[in-house]
Nanobody, 126 residues
Framework: QVELVESGGGLVQAGGSLRLSCACS????????MGWFRQGPGKERDIVAA????????YYADSVKGRFTISRDNARNMVFLQMNSLQLEDTAVYYC???????????????????WGQGTQVTVSS
């Protein structure tokens, strides 16, 4: 059974930092690209960041460039999202997702992800 479990969300003041983790099991995630998406209240689920299977390629949404960093540890089947300089607009449920294609590069396309975690809430306060 494939499972993605996010952790690390919470309440943080604007300007603060959080590190999200995603633990992957039930599949050879080390050969698949991975991504983080987020969905704010009343909004679509949008890409935040993505990373290729070896970590050689990354993608960031314009709104998080320079503030967020995605990384992965294939030996532990883990993916991380370091979030710095958090803003009120970053408040959302954050989802980890596993890419469909083996040996793929980072992709922002939502339909190229086939497994999703349950999500972790990130709330940024003023």
């Amino acid at each position: 059974q494939v499972e993605l479990v996010e952790s690390g969300g919470g309440l943080v003041q604007a300007g603060g930092s959080l590190r999200l983790s995603c633990a992957c099991s039930g599949r050879s995630f080390s050969i698949h690209p991975m991504g983080w998406f987020r969905q704010g209240p009343g909004k679509e689920r949008d890409i935040v960041a993505a990373i290729g299977w070896r970590g050689e390629s990354t993608y960031y949404a314009d709104s998080v460039k320079g503030r967020f960093t995605i990384s992965r540890d294939n030996a532990r089947n883990m993916v991380f999202l370091q979030m710095n300089s958090l803003q009120l607009e970053d408040t959302a449920v954050y989802y980890c997702a596993a890419g469909t294609f083996k040996f793929g590069r980072a992709t922002p396309k939502r339909d190229e992800y086939d497994y999703w975690g349950q999500g972790t809430q990130v709330t940024v306060s003023s």
